[in-house]
């Protein structure tokens, strides 16, 4: 069996622009001008170089580059998306996109800085930029045929200190999630407080009136269950986790590995940068082997979310 790291897009920039100009582009083409929007009139130049200068005596080398001749503009096919304005190579890119979706937990920065090569700094932005184009966007509703859609809360984060008077959970980071059982898709909300309110607007947002609600026992979700088709709930107080249909597993599961990754490989997130965090999880999750989705062709669907998105470093400091 041949490793599929002995691709040659993760070891030359020029094969790595070719690959994914055939991720991007029907045909490998592309169909318009990102800069005037004409169809047709774009050609492939040959590779060129840089000016020289001290890093590269003999200038560095240029490769992807295509030319309108409508509006004059040359462009390549990272323009307008979150590799546009990088230094890094693309085969680096390439490279990291696979490592962040073959790994079930997620990579660390650190590790992507030691692996690739580059800074730390370039790693951490490089890691946002891939949480970027793996958010999905997915507004169809869950449950849509009448199907079972179950929703959980978990917390993330630190424990109150001692001498603290509020509640411990209020320390913690809230998360919503809902599964759709029948599509086996994950959908995830950062949340400011875990109450009947706030989890009710997101439920009413994402999941269709048809669809049958499965919970735990917790109050939040009664308001809204009561304009859901059904509500069902398994109370894990007393040890009933399954009762017929009526469970929360696949969320719960969803969980396990979530947390095992924030807490064993991340170790800290900033509440501001966790919906990122989310999105990289919701995407591994909807795009698992169980779906015959592999590695491969998970990272190339990651590479392609990368279309129409930027992201700058002081946008992701943010």
Known sequence: MTSVLNEKYFHDEQAAFEALEAIMWSGGK????????????????????????????????????????????????RKGTVFEESHLELNLWFQ??????????????????????????????????????????NLNPFGSGGTPVEADETYIGRWRRKGEKERAFQHKMKVLTLIDRETKQARSVVMGHINAISVG??????????????TDQSPVYNDIGQELASHETVNHSKDEYVRGDAYTNNAEGFFSVFKKGMRGVYQHCDKKHLHRYLAEFDFRYNHRVALGVNDTMRAAAALKGAAGKRLTYRDSSV
């Open 96 to 137: 990291a996109a696979f490592l962040m979706c073959s790994s079930k937990k997620g990579v660390s920065a650190n590790q992507l800085h030691r692996t690739l090569g580059c800074t730390l700094k370039t790693a951490w932005f490089v890691a946002h930029r891939l949480r970027e184009a793996m958010a999905e966007g």
């Open 30 to 77: 592309p169909e318009a001008c990102p800069h005037c929007g004409v169809v047709g009139k774009a050609r492939r130049l040959a590779p060129q170089r840089t000016k020289p200068s001290k890093k590269h005596p003999n200038g560095k080398p240029v490769y992807g580059l295509w030319k309108c001749y409508a509006c004059r503009q040359q462009f390549t096919v």
């Open 201 to 214: 607007r997101v439920v009413a947002q994402n999941v269709a009136r048809e669809a049958r609600l499965m």
